[in-house]
């Protein structure tokens, strides 16, 4: 099996500090690859500033407004049913290509919402008809993911807690155990602190940046003669 290891970061469009501190990660940076909200107030105006980088769907349904409907306000309390999720996540695939001007690259989802069966049905129903690999987190999704006949990652690595999960210690302690084999895929979270909206991970966030910037970050993927990549591709 081939290998390619991809390091994603999630939650562009989220924010107007956020958006611009993952561009900077992957500008300036190590981070190779990143998934866009597009029913968020600042979709637009990240969208003008994500030329050549590389961006697949942060499938959102638990804030902001369903773009399918767009009447419908999402929370986190919402028990969606598939039908819902496919048609959802096909108006947000049309959003993205109508603000980038050009396709996802993959699918994953914001607040690991595809653990519910449901979701994760509806998603891989459209991820089928479009083509698009989606994220999986544990073994078991994994499983069920290529059973609906869509790919997926085969290992996933990656956290969002209380503190800053990507430091430069983690970071080479990763990189270091890390599987070289099959496409392993590490999710994080850098930017700058949200300018406009709340979120639990915050200051998490400019940690997580300085770790992928920091001449460190490359040196590390030197050292262990490691190559980043994207899903574009896969």
Same mark, same amino acid.
């Not at 947000?92 to 996802?104: H, I, M, N, S, V």
């Given at each position: 099996?081939?290998?390619?290891?991809? =390091?994603?970061?999630?939650?562009?469009?989220?924010?107007?500090?956020?958006?611009?501190? *993952?561009?900077?990660? &992957?500008?300036?940076?190590?981070?190779?690859?990143?998934? &866009? #909200?597009? @029913?968020?107030?600042?979709?637009? +105006? +990240?969208?003008?500033?994500?030329?050549?980088?590389? #961006?697949?769907?942060?499938? @959102? =349904?638990?804030?902001?407004?369903?773009?399918?409907?767009?009447?419908?306000?999402?929370?986190?309390?919402?028990? =969606?049913?598939?039908?819902?999720? $496919? !048609?959802?996540?096909? !108006?947000? =695939?049309? %959003?993205?290509? +109508?603000?980038?001007?050009?396709?996802?690259?993959?699918?994953?989802?914001?607040?690991? !919402?595809?653990?519910?069966?449901?979701?994760?049905?509806?998603?891989?129903?459209? !991820?089928?008809? %479009?083509?698009?690999?989606?994220?999986? *987190?544990?073994?078991?999704?994994?499983?069920? *993911?290529?059973?609906?006949?869509?790919?997926?990652?085969?290992?996933?690595?990656?956290?969002?807690?209380?503190?800053?999960?990507?430091?430069? /210690?983690?970071?080479?302690?990763?990189?270091?155990?890390?599987? %070289?084999?099959?496409?392993?895929?590490? &999710?994080?979270?850098?930017?700058?602190?949200?300018?406009?909206?709340?979120?639990?991970?915050?200051? /998490?966030?400019? #940690?997580?940046?300085?770790?992928?910037?920091?001449?460190?970050?490359? $040196?590390?993927?030197?050292?262990?003669?490691?190559?980043?990549?994207?899903?574009?591709?896969?």
């Amino acid at each position: 099996m081939s290998f390619r290891l991809i =390091l994603n970061a999630d939650d562009y469009g989220y924010d107007p500090a956020v958006s611009k501190g *993952i561009a900077e990660s &992957m500008r300036r940076g190590v981070v190779s690859s990143t998934t &866009m #909200i597009v @029913n968020s107030p600042h979709s637009e +105006a +990240a969208a003008r500033e994500a030329e050549g980088l590389a #961006i697949g769907l942060h499938l @959102n =349904l638990v804030r902001f407004h369903a773009v399918s409907a767009p009447g419908r306000e999402l929370n986190e309390t919402d028990v =969606l049913d598939a039908r819902f999720v $496919a !048609a959802e996540t096909h !108006a947000q =695939l049309d %959003r993205l290509r +109508a603000l980038l001007g050009r396709d996802a690259t993959h699918l994953d989802v914001h607040k690991h !919402a595809h653990l519910a069966p449901a979701v994760l049905e509806g998603l891989c129903a459209a !991820a089928k008809e %479009r083509g698009l690999a989606v994220r999986s *987190i544990t073994p078991e999704m994994r499983a069920q *993911i290529r059973a609906f006949g869509v790919r997926t990652n085969d290992v996933f690595l990656g956290d969002a807690g209380k503190e800053a999960h990507w430091t430069p /210690q983690q970071w080479r302690s990763t990189l270091a155990a890390a599987p %070289r084999d099959g496409v392993v895929e590490l &999710m994080c979270h850098p930017g700058y602190r949200p300018s406009h909206l709340t979120s639990g991970y915050s200051a /998490q966030r400019e #940690i997580e940046l300085a770790t992928f910037v920091a001449d460190d970050a490359r $040196a590390a993927l030197e050292a262990h003669h490691l190559t980043l990549s994207s899903w574009a591709g896969v």
